[in-house]
């Protein structure tokens, strides 16, 4: 049993801090209830976002409110606190947290002790400097990127519509995907069966009026579900009149123009960069030693490496791999290992906190699947490769198994079958983005001066 009152602290509320949060919950129930023990979360969203769905959001598949899950209602026996650690004394065990309270009373960062720390943040867009890319480019990480992205789709598609002017009619029917992962390969077969479908209710907008483009670095595309696949997907893509350019760079997105390091170019409103991601900034601000990557120092029991009372896993963390057959290998940063990582973590700080020997995380990757619009996929489960309708079912089977609460399972399974029914929906709400414009507007505030500044517009 926990003789003293132990304070766990947990930074982040991605799928690590979750889980962990909610493993801890009902491990330390009776601590918990005695005041024995008490949970800490720090996350800037009330909400945890399952990113395996954000493609089908993006589509209009599933709503934006049913991927993500409030961590509130989720974590009913834990204090959740909306802010963000900007850093960590670990050797004092206290963690410097702004919140929106302290923003809005000019207050410098909260001191917030500890005594088990949880760190998790996740990761952040890994970006390169490229010119233009912070003025045009769009991420894929969020639902609210995923929501935007959408909306301007489907706004280009109304420019092109509404305008006799070629040149901007084809930048606005061209779209730019650089990344040939899981986020970027998703989201742009998603869109593309989005477009496709939208197309029909335009009068002169064609599926072949559209350019979908595809840029990876590499030599190949989805290297999680193996090379065989990976070039199935990219066969597939191009039957779908979407260009596929292996081992090409993006070098350039300024004034609206992607120039390829192969020296094409692509007059385009649209670039998205889905080209990876590095580790949250805020494990630089720690004293907590970290990888030559920037991740943390982790042992296969999750512990922060020759540091007592800290823990990581997830992207933040580098893991070793227990079950590979080469030494020194690290777990991926995934969502499947993320999820189990967390169970393992809140097990092995209860365990801690009672004394109990620590568990090992041991899990061989069970494989990959991954949708490319309606009815379409591919997947590689352990070892046995799937494409088509299989995959794409296989694709739905294990995210619909895998995404938290009942309640959210229930929620996108019956807008699954509502889908099967009715008709895709086409409307854009660039609006969202700007709720205020019109108002602003009508109560004598300054009229819109650029298209970012339009009421109705998402650009």
Known sequence: MVKERARILVVGGGYVGMYTALRLQRKLKAELRRGE???????????????????????????????????????????????????????????????????????????????????????????????????????????????????????????????????????????????????GVEALAELEDMARYAARYYHNVRPEDMKWILVEASDRILPEVGAEMGRYTVTQLRRRNIQVLLETRLDSCADRVAVLSDGQRFPTRTVVWTAGVKPHPLLAATDLPLTDRGRLKCTAQLTVDGTEHAWGAGDAAAVPDVTAAEPGTLTAPNAQHALRQARTLGDNIAHALRGEPLETYA????????????????????????????????????????????????????????????????????????????????????????PSDDPKGSS
């Not at 990757?365 to 996929?377: E, N, P, Q, R, T």
């Not at 070892?383 to 959210?408: D, E, I, Q």
Request: aromatic content about 8%.
């Open 37 to 183: 023990a008490e949970i800490t979360v720090v996350t800037p969203d009330p909400y945890m976002t399952y990113q395996p769905f954000l493609p089908e959001a993006a589509a209009g598949s599933i709503s934006p409110r049913h991927v993500v899950v409030p961590l509130r209602r989720v974590l009913d026996r834990c204090h959740v606190v909306i802010g963000e650690v900007t850093s960590i004394d670990h050797a004092v065990r206290t963690a410097a947290v702004t919140t929106l309270a302290t923003a809005e009373e000019g207050k410098p960062a909260e001191l917030l002790g500890y005594d088990e720390l949880v760190l998790a943040p996740g990761s952040i867009s890994r970006t390169l400097p490229v010119p233009g890319l912070a003025e045009h480019g769009i991420g894929f990480k969020t639902v609210e990127e995923a929501i935007a992205l959408r909306n301007h789709v489907i706004e280009q598609m109304d420019i092109a519509s509404s305008t006799r002017d070629p040149a901007i009619r084809d930048a606005a029917l061209t779209f730019v995907f650089v990344g040939g992962g899981y986020a």
């Open 363 to 450: 899990h061989q990757y069970a494989g990959s699947v991954a949708s490319l619009g309606f009815h379409k996929g591919v997947a590689q489960v352990y070892g046995r490769r799937l494409k088509g309708y299989p995959a794409w079912f296989m694709h739905r089977v294990y995210h619909l198994s895998r995404v938290p609460t009942v309640n959210r399972k229930a929620r996108v399974l019956a807008e699954w079958a509502l889908a099967g029914l009715f008709k895709r929906e086409i409307v854009s709400l660039g609006s969202l983005e700007h709720p205020r414009a019109e108002f602003e507007l009508a109560a004598g505030g300054k009229p819109p001066h650029s």
